[in-house]
């Protein structure tokens, strides 16, 4: 079965970076795309963007560039969403989600607390 | 514009019937796609394409659009129906917009 399984939860200080992974198994991981949702805490579904799984090229949403990277790893079907220079309101659950015209598939999602 | 919007909340007694309704530009060009979540849990997929439910989704959802409005309807809500409902779509640049978000309370 499909599973998209995230790393677990993150205390970070301001100023630091973070590292996220989501790792799919069930299928064959560059046939989707990958994408990244960020949820605040109250707030709505914000998206920040996907990677293509086969040129392993980025796409960013406005108001997540320059701090935030999307990467891959195809050799173990995992995909990585690096944010740096954190700041409080980075403070969120992100999920990766699993795209083809719709996204289908979620993972269950990494709190990333930044707190000093 | 590539916003979508939603009504914040949305109430409905228990099997009586609810629609959900989310507006935008792109939803002349793009089917809509609904999710819900639960509080603590992540989204799940409940409709997509013209009218399609994934696997495991009961048909007591369906999806509609007519013109700039796309629609979740709940025939006969259930009290496992209470969540937060999601529409998305993609704008003209292909970009994933995401609505605000509807909190459905079932009495």
């Known amino acids: 079965q499909v599973q998209l399984v995230q790393s677990g939860s993150e205390l970070k200080k301001p100023g630091a970076s973070v590292k996220v992974s989501c790792k799919a198994s069930?299928?064959?991981?560059?046939?989707?795309?990958m994408n990244w949702v960020r949820q605040a805490p109250g707030q709505g579904l914000e998206w920040m963007g996907w990677?293509?799984?086969?040129?392993?090229?980025?796409t960013y949403a406005q108001g997540f560039t320059g701090r935030f990277v999307f990467s891959l790893d195809t050799s173990v079907s995992t995909a990585y969403l690096q944010i740096s220079s954190l700041k409080a309101d980075d403070t969120a659950v992100y999920y990766c989600?699993?795209?083809?015209?719709?996204?289908?598939?979620w993972g269950q999602g990494t709190l990333v607390t930044v707190s000093s | 514009s590539s916003e979508l919007t939603q009504d914040p909340a949305v109430s409905v007694a228990l099997g009586q019937t609810v629609r959900i309704t989310c507006q935008g530009d792109?939803?002349?060009?793009?089917?809509a796609r609904w999710y819900q979540q639960k509080p603590g849990q992540a989204p799940v997929l409940v409709i997509y394409?013209?009218?399609n439910r994934p696997s495991g989704i009961p048909d007591r959802f369906s999806g509609s659009s007519s013109g700039d409005t796309a629609s979740l309807t709940i025939t006969g809500a259930q009290a496992e129906d209470e969540a937060d409902y999601y529409c998305n779509s993609r704008d003209s640049s292909g970009n994933v917009v995401f609505g605000g978000g509807t909190k459905l309370t079932v009495l």
């Open positions: 394409g013209k009218n």
């Open positions: 792109s939803l002349r060009s793009y089917y």
């Open positions: 069930g299928y064959t991981f560059t046939s989707y795309a």
């Open positions: 989600a699993r795209d083809r015209d719709s996204f289908d598939y």
């Open positions: 990677i293509n799984t086969n040129t392993e090229n980025p």
